[in-house]
């Protein structure tokens, strides 16, 4: 998690680009992140460097006929924070920027790394008006204040694509066609469920910003941490996820960028998904611009990338209710039509949400798995392409599970209600079609889940829900237990929450604690107080407790102290002038300068205090002014009773340094306050009053006891185990000529007769408890029998009337 004043520091850059006139939030985050990506460029260099890598700020350039070196230097982040004007970005850097690839290709550099950075900045330009420079010098400070530790890799991954999360968090409006950012608890819930490996092939044909992606490879990270190092927010956000059981070798080869492949349509959200990716530490990610549903070309230089069954694993949230250009589709992909005349040269839709998962079918290979966001009509709608998509997955390939999302999961872009539909490929591209009704569908039975409150409330404003229930955690472990008999259908997961606190170990907190060896070893990180200090417990609030009752009496006796030797001073100032007047009135003037005195001491230490987040200061400033005004009560009684004062010894310097002590004492409660779950969520028995998931069978045969074999031996369509007989089977058609499931030969509640509808509300079982009634599931029936018969009562008497 980031902390607040991070959070402030982006929010301050989103404001400055609007107050200058940048008002698209897409394309503000563009020219932020081109910012960003500059910064980080730098480092990058230098780490290239430190491998006999030629810098990317030396170059050669044709001029007048010959070769020349050519020395970028005033590319470099270092000097853009020198100068801070916009000409200067606008005439030299983003020029560099745009030939970087070309520089690339004359230093004869590998093509991996940001070497592969191929076209993606050709059309690169920075659009803040040239007039405007004093708010770029804003930008520009804000950033090198956000990020004053990327020189390294792990510092860049660790902050900056925390930071640029963040960044892009702050879109509220859609985007161009369909285009909205998929929120990232919904992402991991995804990806958690497809369990990618390491070495698998992920690919997101509708990539956006790509936080499939790198969710996949923080997914790998956690699985190859050691549990006791992670730390995971309330929404799933992993922490710390190390990826210690790799070997360096294996920890370099899943940051590979073949292994993430990403397509999206728009240029700008190419651009910023690649550079989310390499923030995010992935070397060479292949994110490119292209149509994934349009024609594949033998000359396309992506041809590999989008060949047919290449991947193990699709992710993806493709754009909903959208048409595409049928004349622009791949027609050896989509099923066509119809067999003959012009309908066998014409795809089934246009529609991008069907379409898309057809895509996706073909990108996975046998036995790969995926995990999609679809709209609801996907499942249930009745036209040609609707039925036969969902026939396909059926009887083709195995659907996993549907899980049912709420209807505000992508407020405030869309009010759509959406589904996953998690499947695995089982039939490979040339033996598509070649199912027969007579075979059984090779899904047997689906999975439902209903998720009804998450992790954010379902109004437009998406509140946190922190340390509530959560549908998804326990949809992760039903999920995973699925084909087991380790709960009951009431039982509830969900993870245990507690409350830490966290600081950033930067210049600050060395200088305060330079004498804390463990403050030093996290110098750069991220830390709980309970880590960095190592008596202080986890629990913000119990180490408050513990601080404040060890160092109060301490501060309440140098408070007696100081306060009590300069009321003494003042009172016998008073008396010195021939005053013996006592009253209430000289009293608070003897006391007031005396406690001022003392506050004044005590806030010398403020400097000691963290002062982005203010958290510590306010309560050490509680505890001494708390401290001055129970003395000063003491006092006023003993002024006020004629009681004389006796100025004690007082040494400023040591009641300063005390204090000093105190502060620094207070000043490790500094930092932000972080809600983390555990690692595995826990049982609730028989906590739910209706279940949230279910299994509808795809195909049952309706049991006809009158059924009998051609030769006589065999009566009844079932043995007595309840299983068709093949023969029976065999003789039956349950299919016409047109397509027309026949009636009556199947179970009217499974898949199959319900025109492959995969809509989980069609399947959840009835619930009497759930409904609120006391009365038992027959004493319902026989009501409902009972008002049958009058209702059919009424209608003979209404007949009767109308003859009459």
Not at 382 to 411: K, Y
Request: aromatic share 10%; charged share 30%; with cysteine.
């Amino acid at each position: 998690m980031l902390a607040p004043h991070i959070k402030k520091n982006v929010d301050k850059l989103w404001n400055l680009f609007w107050s200058a006139g940048i008002t698209n939030p897409l394309v503000a985050v563009e020219q932020i992140t081109y910012l960003l990506f500059l910064k980080r460029l730098e480092g990058i260099d230098d780490e290239r460097v430190k491998k006999g890598r030629p810098s990317i700020y030396k170059g050669k350039e044709e001029r007048n006929g010959a070769e020349v070196e050519v020395d970028y230097s005033n590319c470099r982040w270092s000097f853009i924070d020198q100068d801070k004007s916009a000409k200067h970005l606008n005439d030299v850097v983003f020029p560099w920027l745009r030939d970087l690839e070309k520089h690339f290709g004359s230093s004869q550099a590998p093509a991996n790394g940001i070497e592969a950075i191929g076209n993606r900045m050709s059309d690169a330009y920075f659009q803040l008006d040239p007039n405007k420079s004093a708010i770029l010098q804003q930008a520009i400070e804000l950033i090198n204040k956000l990020f004053a530790r990327v020189d390294t890799q792990s510092a860049a991954t660790d902050i900056m694509g925390d930071t640029f999360e963040y960044l892009l968090s702050e879109i509220a409006t859609a985007g161009k066609n369909g285009q909205f950012r998929t929120p990232r608890h919904i992402i991991r819930c995804m990806v958690a469920m497809l369990d990618p490996q390491p070495g698998e092939h992920i690919i997101d044909p509708a990539a956006g910003t790509g936080g499939f992606l790198f969710s996949s490879l923080s997914h790998i990270l956690a699985q190859h941490t050691d549990p006791e190092l992670q730390r995971i927010e309330w929404d799933g956000t992993p922490h710390r996820i190390y990826g210690n059981r790799f070997t360096p070798e294996e920890y370099s080869a899943i940051h590979r960028g073949e292994f993430y492949v990403g397509f999206d349509n728009d240029r700008t959200m190419v651009r910023i998904g690649w550079m989310n990716m390499i923030l995010h530490g992935i070397e060479n990610p292949q994110i490119h611009q292209r149509d994934s549903l349009g024609r594949r070309k033998e000359d396309d230089p992506l041809k590999e990338l989008i060949s047919s069954e290449h991947y193990d694993v699709v992710l993806a949230n493709p754009p909903f209710t959208g048409t595409v250009d049928a004349a622009d589709l791949d027609g050896a992909i989509f099923p066509k039509a119809g067999l003959k005349g012009k309908k066998a040269t014409q795809v089934v839709t246009n529609k991008s949400e069907l379409l898309f998962v057809w895509r996706m079918l073909d990108l996975l290979r046998v036995g790969g798995r995926c995990a999609v966001i679809v709209p609801e009509g996907v499942l249930f709608g009745n036209t040609d392409a609707h039925l036969r998509l969902r026939r396909e997955l059926l009887t083709e390939h195995r659907v996993e599970a549907v899980i049912s999302l709420p209807g505000g999961v992508f407020q405030p872009y869309t009010g759509v209600k959406t589904s996953i539909l998690i499947f695995q490929k089982e039939t490979r591209k040339e033996d598509r079609f070649k199912w027969k009704s007579v075979d059984p569908p090779r899904t047997s039975q689906v999975w439902f889940y209903e998720v009804e409150q998450e992790a954010y409330t379902l109004d437009a404003k998406r509140n946190e829900r922190r340390g509530q229930d959560n549908d998804l955690w326990d949809l992760l472990e039903k999920y995973r237990l699925r084909n087991e008999q380790e709960y009951d259908e009431k039982d509830y997961f969900q993870p245990d929450y507690r409350t830490e606190r966290w600081r950033m170990v930067d210049s600050h907190t060395l200088r305060v604690f330079s004498k804390e060896t463990e403050v030093v070893r996290w110098k750069d990180q991220v830390a709980a107080i309970s880590e960095l200090f190592g008596d202080l417990p986890a629990d913000p609030d119990e180490a408050y407790r513990q601080i404040h009752t060890a160092q109060y009496s301490k501060l309440e006796a140098i408070a007696q102290s100081v306060i009590n030797h300069i009321a003494a001073e003042e009172a016998a100032k008073k008396n010195g002038n021939g005053s013996n007047d006592q009253d209430e009135e000289l009293a608070d003037k003897i006391l007031k300068k005396a406690t001022s005195a003392f506050r004044s001491l005590c806030e010398k230490n403020k400097s000691i205090f963290d002062q982005d987040e203010k958290v510590s200061y306010p309560l050490y400033q509680k505890a001494y002014k708390e401290a001055a005004d129970k003395v000063s009560d003491r006092l006023k009684i003993r002024i006020m009773n004629n009681e004389s004062l006796t100025a004690t010894p007082f040494d400023n310097d040591q009641s300063g340094e005390e204090l000093s002590n105190i502060a620094r004492e207070y000043a490790r409660l500094d930092g932000y306050d972080v809600v983390l779950q555990g690692i595995h969520s826990l049982k609730r028995e028989s906590f739910l009053k209706t279940t949230k998931h279910w299994i509808a069978p795809v195909r049952v045969y309706a049991k006809n006891p009158e059924w009998k074999s051609n030769d006589g031996k065999q009566k009844g369509s079932h043995y007595n185990d309840g299983n068709p007989r093949p023969e029976y089977i065999e003789d039956i058609q349950l299919y016409d000529a047109d397509g027309r499931l026949a009636e009556g030969l199947l179970e009217p509640d499974c898949i199959e007769s319900r025109g492959w509808n995969l809509s989980a509300s069609q399947y959840k079982p009835f619930d009497f408890v759930g409904y609120g009634s006391k009365k038992s599931a027959t004493a319902i029936i026989q009501d409902i029998k009972k008002k049958e018969i009058q209702f059919m009562q009424g209608l003979d008497r209404l007949l009767q009337m109308v003859k009459e």
